[in-house]
């Protein structure tokens, strides 16, 4: 059975700081691309940063800069440093193994208060 759990998020003030964290499990982790997505209220779901199993990664434009995404092969785990957090980056964080058709996290929620 695939597991992605995230968590990390929370509260935060305009300016601050927040890492997530997702554990997978159930699967072959090093195989997989994996990504953090988001969704704030009312809109669609949106790409945030992905990094592949050779490292390489993608950042959404919003984001650049700010984020980092990093993975753990050895923990089964990948990350989202995020850095001075913004108002419009409150939503709700999911993890992502394989791409839309692939595996989700039930998400974490971040809010960032201005």
């Known amino acids: 059975q695939v597991q992605l759990v995230e968590s990390g998020g929370g509260l935060v003030q305009s300016g601050g700081s927040l890492r997530l964290s997702c554990a997978a499990s159930g699967i072959v982790f090093g195989l997989y691309v994996m990504g953090w997505y988001r969704q704030a209220p009312g809109k669609q779901r949106e790409l945030v940063a992905s990094i592949n199993s050779i490292t390489a990664t993608n950042y959404a434009d919003s984001v650049k800069g700010r984020f980092t995404i990093s993975r753990d092969d050895y923990k089964n785990a990948v990350y989202l440093q995020m850095n001075s957090l913004k108002p419009e980056d409150t939503a709700v964080y999911y993890c992502?193994?394989?791409?839309?058709?692939?595996?989700w996290g039930k998400g974490t929620l971040v809010t960032v208060s201005s």
């Open positions: 992502n193994a394989g791409g839309a058709v692939g595996y």
